[in-house]
């Protein structure tokens, strides 16, 4: 990926929001949860009071309004910084 955060930051995909229907109404992706979770694509180097703890692959849990929302050759993802990282999944 030609996509590496600087610093504290961290590059997250977001897994896809499931798409509920309820008696045939789809619901639009203006309306569906933001998703909370996903995977870590790319990290900074860390500075020298933070370490980087995570890594590329992680599977995340963050907040509902962490990060910024980016789009980068049609795709998009999340820049934070890895203190609004809640968890590590597995």
Do not use: C, H, W
Not at 63 to 90: N, P
């Amino acid at each position: 990926m030609n996509l590496k955060p600087l610093a504290d930051r961290v590059l997250i995909k977001p897994t896809p929001a499931e798409e509920v229907t309820m008696s045939g109404i789809i619901i639009p992706d203006s309306a569906k949860e933001k998703p909370l979770r996903g995977t870590v694509l790319s990290v900074g180097k860390g500075t020298k009071d933070e370490e980087m703890i995570l890594k590329e692959g992680d599977q995340v849990l963050y907040g509902k309004y962490a990060g910024t929302e980016i789009e980068f050759e049609g795709e998009k993802y999340l820049i934070m910084r890895q203190t609004d990282v809640f968890a590590v999944i597995g």
